[in-house]
């Protein structure tokens, strides 16, 4: 049966391979700053609004004291902060050293600043990963973007070090949703995503090429060729067989090779390896 596909129109075939493509998607968000990415879709991701501006203002986000030091993370995304140190203390968190993530402890450490920032993606989940050579050893954080369109407020946790040193932090807002929030201020949820994706004009345009594949050909069909019955539907016998074939295909993807597994209807079997 595999023979039929070489049988089928350019056009035929580019729907089909079409509506594979949509259906996989591409979720790999490019980063465009140091707090927004950009799906191929058109969806973005957008900390702006969350972020507080003014370099002497404190981070938009701090941790609860956690462990025995009682030990608190400050972040703040897109913009450079100003912790409050005592008389005498470490200045590493400042403007002056681009922080973004701040440790804070029995000292204070800048453990990633804002322009080392990268949006990693490991097919399931968004991080924003930040690193920073103003400590000994070098430190990196990685901090889990989750979406929640009814978090407006944003909530920040503290995670395990791993065992590579690497600090993970989770922050839950509707700003890490897609489109969850423009450049100024988090969008509610019906604004989301206004006008349309890449994606949705991709959908729309496909099917309005099946719909004039299929009305088209059934007009040729009849008016031309003079076609009868279901004789005017195009490529009648592909649509007819199109079961067949997926089921076949399912049936060898899924089966072992082994002898006596085959198409029993086609007689062929398949050796065991």
């Not at 501006?53 to 404190?58: D, L, V």
């Not at 912790?83 to 922080?99: E, I, M, R």
């Not at 369109?149 to 946790?157: A, I, P, Q, S, Y």
């Not at 060729?225 to 993807?253: C, H, M, N, S």
Request: proline share 4%; charged share 15%.
């Amino acid at each position: 049966r595999l023979h039929t596909y070489m049988e089928l129109p350019c056009f035929q075939l580019l729907l089909l391979f079409s509506s594979t493509q949509l259906a996989i998607g591409d979720f790999v968000c490019k980063q465009m700053t140091n707090c927004t990415c950009r799906y191929d879709n058109g969806d973005n991701i957008n900390l702006t609004s969350i972020a507080n501006r003014n370099p002497t203002q404190k981070a938009r986000f701090v941790t609860d004291a956690t462990g025995t030091g009682k030990v608190v993370f400050s972040y703040n995304p897109c913009f450079p902060f100003t912790l409050k140190f005592p008389a005498g203390g470490d200045l590493s968190c400042t403007p002056q050293n681009d922080v973004a993530v701040c440790k804070e402890g029995s000292s204070f450490s800048n453990v990633g600043t804002q322009k080392s920032a990268k949006f990693v993606y490991d097919a399931v989940k968004l991080y924003i990963v930040y690193e920073s050579n103003l400590t000994n050893p070098h430190s990196k954080t990685k901090i889990e973007l989750v979406c929640d369109h009814n978090e407006m407020t944003g909530k920040f946790v503290a995670g395990e070090q791993d065992k590579a040193g690497v600090q993970n932090l989770v922050l839950t807002h509707r700003c890490c949703c897609w489109n969850g929030c423009q450049s100024q201020s988090p969008m509610s949820h019906n604004q989301s995503g206004g006008g349309l994706s890449n994606g949705s004009i991709l959908v729309i345009v496909f099917f309005v090429l099946l719909t004039v594949y299929f009305v088209g050909g059934v007009l040729y069909l009849k008016f031309v060729r003079g076609a009868q019955g279901v004789e005017i539907i195009p490529q009648y016998q592909f649509w007819t067989a199109l079961p067949g074939l997926i089921k076949d295909g399912f049936l060898f993807a899924t089966s072992r090779c082994r002898r006596g597994v085959g198409d029993s209807r086609s007689g062929i079997n398949y050796e065991s390896l």
